[in-house]
């Protein structure tokens, strides 16, 4: 009975290994041609612009671009664009203003504040900060001459912000006063050096040397005058006597 029991344990054993062996080899097999699993996968991109543009309710939120403050100056004969942008919906600090040109390549000024001062394109400061070239000028033996490679952005110019949202606005170029020059200051040609400039003498030359000469004669005259009124007094007085 015991070598009966042990021979039904051998077969049920070998059956057992007929059915798990296919199993284990296709286990193995499926496994080998699986991807490797990453251990560190990458962070996500960074989304930029208005990240949620519904509320918890579906209703669309805010996402725009206001600019608050847009003026033309001059300072210290520099044209220049005083601004200031808010970004709403957008979590971004920093603007690209981009002057449009209409006819050739934009003038880009990229990672700029929200808030801020920029130089007109085509302008120029020297190292103490004072202007020293202008837009739509330029300077030919001495002399300012109009034209240049910066005409277009006179007398106005679209300007276009990009936080994401974005604008663009139309702005005009600032005019100069006594006080700050946007455009080069007049040159005016030295006087001929045959010119002759005549001050304090209002009497033409011919008449000034005429009475030049005829003064000592004059002068001659009056004394004898006098003279003779003399002489007649004393005469008269003699015979009075």
């Not at 957008?90 to 001062?117: F, H, M, R, Y």
Request: with cysteine; hydrophobic share 45%; charged share 15%.
């Amino acid at each position: 009975m015991a070598r009966f029991a042990k021979v039904c344990l051998a077969a049920v054993a070998a059956l057992a290994l007929m059915f798990l062996a296919p199993s284990s080899a296709l286990a193995a097999s499926n496994a080998a041609h699986l991807p490797a699993a990453d251990p560190t996968p990458s962070p996500s991109a960074t989304v930029y612009g208005c990240l949620d543009h519904e509320d918890d309710y579906g209703n669309p939120l805010p996402c725009e671009l206001k600019v608050e403050l847009l003026t033309p100056i001059c300072d210290n004969e520099v044209p220049k664009l005083r601004y200031k942008v808010v970004a709403v919906g957008s979590p971004n600090k920093t603007v690209t203003i981009t002057w449009v040109n209409p006819s050739g390549a934009d003038v880009v000024q990229a990672n700029l504040p929200l808030e801020g001062t920029v130089l007109w394109p085509g302008a120029v400061q020297d190292a103490s900060g004072r202007g020293i070239d202008w837009p739509g000028w330029r300077l030919e033996n001495g002399v300012w001459v109009e034209g240049d490679e910066f005409d277009w952005v006179r007398p106005s110019v679209a300007v276009h912000f990009k936080v994401n949202p974005e604008m663009t606005r139309t702005v005009a170029y600032p005019p100069s006063s006594p006080a700050c020059l946007t455009n080069p200051p007049k040159v005016l040609p030295s006087p001929s050096p045959s010119t002759e400039v005549l001050v304090d003498n209002p009497l033409p030359p011919e008449v000034a040397a005429t009475g030049s000469e005829v003064a000592p004669l004059l002068i001659g005259a009056a004394v004898l005058v006098v003279g003779g009124v003399v002489t007649v007094l004393l005469v008269h007085r003699r015979r009075r006597a």
